[in-house]
């Protein structure tokens, strides 16, 4: 059963016209009828190729942004996959992390004392330092996954040695005594387990099976945009690949 984790609004559809970079698109607002016809430059808050997602004719859905001296007056919400939104703003993965450590059915951690973001490990900052009642830490890595074939949810869609690098913080944390996990936010619906995209990234997949060895917890949860509202679906396994 769907569990509703946020809302996430948008104010305008429109069609992929072309991504110049990695940060910026360019979109034909499609609606509501006071912006139709506009082409308009938009901010792309993932870093992913996102191939099947932004290609030219495709639907996304828009957000206007709130500081008028942005370069981008709009930000790209979702994508449009299989008669599906998928989320590919990934400012949002904190917040959806959040909800699931503090959801009592949905966390994988248990009751947590207090939960701290952004903190510094080594040469890095890692997304959660979570504190058990007991005082245990748990350094907690979140990623998030927009690729699906088959079935299986991938992670990462273009290479990532700051990915990799995260991993092996995780895998130095739990040498040194501490809890230490990575949650992956899978925003596929049609995603039935998580593997490393080996293809994509070597050195990430190697890092990641690593990282299991190294007992690491991998929490791969599924999510769907619908309606404005972000979904809890499901939690899923790691893939029996390797």
Not at 102 to 123: A, D, R
Request: net charge positive; charged share 30%.
């Amino acid at each position: 059963m769907a569990i509703p984790v946020m809302e996430i609004a948008w104010d305008a559809k429109g069609s992929f016209r072309l991504r110049p970079n990695r940060f910026l698109g360019i979109v034909d607002i499609t609606g509501p009828k006071k912006d139709k016809g506009k082409a308009v430059k938009v901010h792309v808050h993932d870093p992913g190729r996102l191939k099947e997602l932004l290609y030219p004719g495709n639907q996304v859905l828009l957000k206007k942004a709130t500081n008028p001296n942005r370069k981008t007056a709009w930000d790209i919400i979702a994508a449009s996959y299989e008669n599906e939104w998928i989320l590919v703003h990934s400012s949002y993965h904190s917040d959806i992390a959040q909800w699931v450590i503090k959801n009592k059915t949905v966390s994988p951690f248990g009751k947590i004392k207090n939960i701290e973001l952004e903190v510094k490990f080594g040469e890095s900052r890692l997304d959660f330092l979570l504190t058990r009642k007991n005082g245990k830490k748990i350094w907690v890595e979140v990623k998030g996954c927009t690729l699906a074939v088959d079935g299986v949810a991938l992670f990462p869609d273009a290479p990532t040695k700051r990915g990799a690098r995260h991993l092996q913080h995780l895998i130095e944390a739990k040498e040194k005594g501490a809890e230490s996990a990575i949650v992956i936010l899978v925003f596929r619906p049609d995603a039935k387990c998580f593997a490393p995209h080996a293809e994509t990234d070597p050195e990430f997949s190697r890092t990641f099976y690593s990282a299991l060895d190294a007992k690491v917890e991998v929490h791969p949860i599924k999510f769907l945009y619908r309606d404005g509202i972000v979904n809890y679906i499901e939690k899923i396994p790691v893939c029996d690949i390797y």
